[in-house]
C-alpha cells in the first residue's frame, strides 16, 4: 500500500455525522449528534467529564460501534468499517510510544505495517520528524525525550502516513501548562502546514479558543452549539455555553420592554439593566443577562447600565486583577481589570459597576 507525502496531498477528508448515538445499556452516551468537518478544518469537542466527547470521537475511529446513525468520510460510509480500513491518524494522552522501540521505529511502525519499501519509509519518517521539529533524534528512545518531544513523536507516527482524518484524544493533558500552550501553537502549525482534517478532543476551554476553527460543545451527550471560537464566546446560545466557556457573570431578571436588538430587564430588588436580546426574548420573561467579567468596569465610567456596589475582596492575577463586589440587591458579581491597573478600590470601599448594553447577552432561566 503506498503511501502519500504530506507535501503532495492538499488535505484530509471532509467528515459528516449523521444522528449518531451511542447507549450503554440504559445510559445514553451520545444522543443524536450531527457533525459536519470540512476537509482540513481543526473542529475541536469541548465538553466536562462524561458528555459524550471522547465517545463520539472513539466511533470516529472506530473504536466504539453505534448505536445508530451514520459516519462519513469524504462521502464514503465507514459507520461499521474497522478502524485500520478508515485511514485515520489518533494521538492519545499517555503518548502510547513503545518503550523498546527508538522513535525511527516508532514513528515508522504505521509504515512497516502496510509495508513500503524501506526507503520510501526512511523518507517519509525523515519528513515527519522535520515537520515536529525532531530531527537527529530517531535514534533515541521514548525514556530518553521529555514529555513535549514524545507527544511530537506521537504526533509524528500519526501524521506519518497522511491520514485521511488525524482524531486527538486529550493529548496535552499530562503536559505542564507552559509546555502544554507552547504544545497548542505547535500542533496548529502542523495542521496548517498538513491540511489535515483534525477532530480534538478536550475539557480545556483556552485550549479549545487558542487551537481551533470551529469548537462543538457537548453536555449530557448531545451537541449545545457548533460555531467560532470568537462567536462561543461572544454569543453563546444557552447559559450551559456561556458558563462552561470562559467566566461569567450570571443576574437573574424580568424582562420589561424589548426594543429592537436591545431589551430592558428588571433584576432582583427593582435595579434595571439593558442588555441585547435574541430574537426570542418577549416581555414579563424570566431570563439570565449574562456579562463576562472583562466587559464590566470599576467607578465613573458613563456605561448606561451603572449599579452601586461593594468591594468586598480582590485578587491579583499578574495580568489581571480580579474584584469580588456585590451590589445593592446582593448578589455577587467579578470584575476583571488589567492588573497594571493600582488597586484603586478597597475591601469595604463603595463605587458603582458598569458595563455597556452590546456587552450584555440575553439567556433563557
Known amino acids: 500500500m503506498a503511501s502519500i507525502s504530506p507535501r503532495t496531498r492538499s488535505r484530509g477528508a471532509a467528515v459528516r455525522v449523521e444522528n449518531l448515538s451511542k447507549r450503554f445499556g440504559d445510559v445514553v452516551a451520545v444522543a443524536g449528534v450531527n457533525l459536519y468537518i470540512g476537509a482540513g478544518e481543526f473542529l475541536t469537542l469541548l465538553g466536562p467529564s462524561g458528555s459524550g466527547k471522547t465517545t463520539t470521537l472513539l466511533m470516529l475511529a472506530g473504536f466504539q460501534e453505534p448505536t445508530s446513525g451514520d459516519i462519513l468520510f469524504d462521502d464514503r460510509v465507514v459507520t461499521r468499517m474497522p478502524p485500520y480500513r478508515r485511514d485515520i491518524g489518533m494521538v492519545f494522552q499517555n503518548y502510547a510510544l513503545f518503550p523498546h522501540m527508538t522513535v525511527f521505529d516508532n514513528i515508522s511502525y504505521p509504515l512497516r505495517v502496510r509495508r513500503l519499501p524501506q526507503a520510501e519509509t526512511k523518507r517519509l519518517v525523515g519528513e515527519a520528524l522535520e515537520l515536529v521539529h525532531l530531527p537527529g533524534l530517531e535514534h533515541r528512545y521514548p525514556a530518553q525525550l521529555s514529555g513535549g518531544q514524545q507527544q511530537r513523536v506521537a504526533l509524528a507516527r500519526a501524521l506519518v502516513y497522511n491520514p485521511l482524518v488525524l482524531l486527538m484524544d486529550e493529548p496535552l493533558g499530562a503536559l ?7 504544545m497548542q501553537i505547535e500542533i496548529k502549525r502542523i495542521q496548517r502546514e498538513t491540511n489535515a482534517t483534525v477532530v480534538y478532543v478536550t475539557h480545556d476551554q483556552e485550549e479549545a479558543l487558542v487551537m481551533s476553527d470551529r469548537i462543538a460543545v457537548m453536555n449530557h451527550g448531545s451537541v449545545q452549539q457548533i460555531t467560532t471560537p470568537k462567536e462561543l464566546y461572544e454569543t453563546p446560545t444557552n447559559r450551559f455555553v456561556a458558563d462552561f466557556v470562559g467566566e461569567v457573570n450570571f443576574l437573574s431578571g424580568t424582562v420589561r420592554a424589548v426594543d429592537g436588538e436591545l431589551c430592558t430587564v428588571e433584576l432582583k430588588g427593582g435595579l434595571v439593566v439593558r442588555a441585547s436580546a435574541p430574537t426570542h426574548c418577549k416581555a414579563d420573561q424570566p431570563v439570565a443577562v449574562a456579562v463576562r467579567p472583562e466587559r464590566m468596569a470599576l467607578g465613573p465610567c458613563g456605561a448606561s447600565n451603572a449599579l452601586e456596589a461593594l468591594v468586598e475582596d480582590h485578587i491579583y492575577l499578574g495580568e489581571s486583577m480580579k474584584y469580588r463586589v456585590r451590589l445593592a440587591n446582593g448578589e455577587q458579581v467579578v470584575v476583571k481589570v488589567p492588573g497594571r491597573q493600582p488597586a484603586a478600590f478597597v475591601v469595604g470601599s463603595r463605587t458603582a459597576v ?11 432561566q
Open 176 to 182: 505542564d501548562k507552559k509546555l502544554r500552550e507552547a
Open 354 to 364: 458598569g458595563w455597556a448594553p452590546t456587552d450584555a447577552r440575553i439567556l433563557e
